[in-house]
């Protein structure tokens, strides 16, 4: 193997630890939607479907980013894939710069024709090597919209990381520009701030992933794989750096109407994906809940995914709720 599918293949280890997701409670559970015991509707006639791109999924769900470019990240992007096709939800490949660098051919359109399919790029990568091959990247798997990820922290940590980020917004108003499919920024465990969201906008980019603090923490993951001991003890005040999901999320709605927000970051299960959407959310993303059953088949992955419908189904029903745009007005508190 190539030191880049080295590297795919530990991320997957070391994201099924627990010990790498970030420590402390969850901000999602000191978040109440505000019941309703007088619900006035059928739980078998809550309508979950969402808009997302002009294409209608079955939820407001995305299949999250986690991996590609080895042997294994194939085989979990396969399973994913056909869970992605069978329940008609979005599904975010990891990124593609080692299956295109490599000559990899990526088979997801083979197991997921009609799905809605996300590439992604990390942003230093979007600069480096331009606009052509963030269109090779999004012609490879005919996808519906271009992730592009901001990692700064993970950068700094990772052995091979890039510390040099200057340059990046132009290209990315560049490939706003030329394009023909939407671009989606987003972090990877930092969240997104205002200040910002402000910045991506400024080049053209109207959909945001939040990815906050609150999930797999890709700090603690890249300071497992340096043994350099001045960054480890560098990086130990960082373990934790960053704004969390629930925070982002109330802050760019606050903050930005038309803004489109994806929830990401320590959602968990159906009940923290009706938390973010009643925050002010377009849709939501999971991804490590998914990484181990992926690892097994696609009807793990589906067994795994419904229940997390069906969670947001209860919610739905628990606060008098027929679809989502109901969901949207549901008050919520904090404890």
Known sequence: ????????????????????????????????LEHDCVPETSLEDIDLKTNFINHT????????AMTGGSNEGDLINKNLAIAAQTLNLPLAVGSQRAAIESGRTQKIREYAPDAFILGNLGATQVR????KFVRKACESINADA??????????LIQPEGDKNWSGILDVVKKCADSLSIPIIAKEVGSGISVFSAKKLLSAGIDWIE???KGGTSWARIELNRNPD??????????????????SSARLLRRNFNHLNIIGSGGVRNGLDIAKCIAL???????????????????????????ICIDQLRWALFLTGCKNIEDLKKVKIYEE
């Open 1 to 32: 193997m190539t030191s880049i599918e080295d590297r795919k293949d530990d991320h997957i280890q070391l994201a099924l630890d627990d010990n790498n997701q970030t420590s402390g409670a969850s901000a999602f559970d000191a978040l109440i």
């Open 57 to 64: 999924v079955s939820a407001p769900l995305i299949i999250g």
């Open 128 to 131: 480096d090597y331009g606009v």
């Open 146 to 155: 271009m992730v592009i990820h901001f990692n700064p922290l993970q950068e």
């Open 210 to 212: 939040i990815a906050g």
């Open 229 to 246: 001991e001045q960054i480890m003890k560098t990086a130990y005040p960082f373990l934790d750096w960053g704004m969390n999901t629930v």
């Open 280 to 306: 002010g959310c377009n849709l939501t993303a999971i991804a490590q809940p998914f990484l181990a059953p992926a690892r097994k088949s696609p009807e793990e992955v589906i067994s795994k995914l419904s």
